[in-house]
């Protein structure tokens, strides 16, 4: 018997971490994520675009959000975080994964990794073989310095990220030429810019965002 709950407590101990990616829509084809980790305990990254999805995925896998984080600051990925801080899910500011790094929560450490360039206070979430990337790096492309960013920064975070391993898979914050990627595939495309067109229909929706809030 003793040693029937040797193996039960020692099995518990042993779990599958699982990424959920989210296609929540939101502001332009926007992810969240769940990353679960021990005891159904789940960290959820850029709570933002349609909470019902979000909600479902919680309820149906019987999850427990113990964590918000942000890749970055920009409106299209923070659109839930006072929504989930009123359910009682705390926010690890910019400033508090300064303080701690790495930090580890739910059985899962999480390495943070200062990216500036899209924003200034852009950062990658890398979990075990994966990197979260928000808007530094997207599968086909990097995200615009036009809101708070800087460009010669953000040459220097793709030039430290490229220092990594190539096969890291990449979880970018918005669906622009896929869902995910190798790290090596994505920084060969990142040369890849939107179209004139392209930027333009986002000018237009920061614009009403902006009216929107006004
Ligand atoms: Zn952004």
Same mark, same amino acid.
């Given at each position: 018997?003793?040693?029937?709950?040797?193996?039960?407590?020692?099995?518990?101990?042993?779990?599958?971490?699982?990424?959920?990616?989210?296609?929540?829509?939101?502001?332009?084809?926007?992810?969240?994520?769940?990353?679960?980790?021990?005891?159904?305990?789940?960290?959820?990254?850029?709570?933002?675009?349609?909470?019902?999805?979000?909600?479902?995925?919680?309820?149906?896998?019987?999850?427990?959000?113990?964590?918000?984080?942000?890749?970055?600051?920009?409106?299209?990925?923070?659109?839930?975080?006072?929504?989930?801080?009123?359910?009682?899910?705390?926010?690890?500011?910019?400033?508090?994964?300064?303080?701690?790094?790495?930090?580890?929560?739910?059985?899962?450490?999480?390495?943070?990794?200062?990216?500036?360039?899209?924003?200034?206070?852009?950062?990658?979430?890398?979990?075990?073989?994966?990197?979260?990337?928000?808007?530094?790096?997207?599968?086909?492309?990097?995200?615009?310095?036009? $809101? /708070? =960013?800087? &460009?010669?920064? !953000?040459?220097?975070? @793709?030039?430290?990220?490229?220092?990594?391993?190539? +096969?890291?898979? *990449?979880?970018?914050?918005?669906? $622009? /030429? =896929?869902? &995910?990627?190798? !790290?090596?595939?994505? @920084?060969?495309?990142?040369?890849?810019?939107?179209? +004139?067109?392209? *930027?333009?229909?986002?000018?237009?929706?920061?614009?009403?965002?902006?009216?929107?809030?006004?």
């Amino acid at each position: 018997m003793v040693v029937l709950v040797g193996v039960i407590n020692c099995l518990s101990y042993f779990f599958v971490m699982q990424i959920i990616q989210l296609n929540v829509g939101g502001f332009d084809n926007n992810y969240s994520y769940l990353i679960v980790g021990e005891n159904n305990e789940a960290i959820l990254i850029d709570p933002t675009g349609n909470k019902e999805v979000i909600e479902k995925t919680i309820k149906d896998n019987n999850l427990k959000v113990v964590l918000q984080l942000l890749t970055h600051d920009h409106f299209d990925h923070t659109e839930l975080v006072d929504y989930f801080k009123e359910k009682g899910v705390p926010l690890k500011s910019f400033e508090d994964l300064k303080k701690e790094n790495p930090f580890e929560i739910a059985g899962i450490k999480i390495k943070t990794l200062f990216t500036p360039g899209h924003t200034k206070d852009s950062v990658c979430f890398k979990v075990n073989n994966n990197l979260f990337t928000g808007d530094t790096l997207f599968v086909a492309g990097i995200g615009t310095v036009d $809101y /708070g =960013g800087n &460009k010669v920064e !953000l040459e220097e975070s @793709l030039a430290f990220l490229s220092t990594l391993d190539k +096969e890291i898979t *990449l979880w970018p914050g918005h669906n $622009y /030429g =896929g869902a &995910k990627s190798t !790290l090596g595939r994505a @920084l060969e495309n990142s040369h890849i810019r939107p179209s +004139e067109k392209m *930027l333009a229909q986002i000018k237009k929706k920061v614009e009403e965002y902006e009216k929107q809030v006004q």
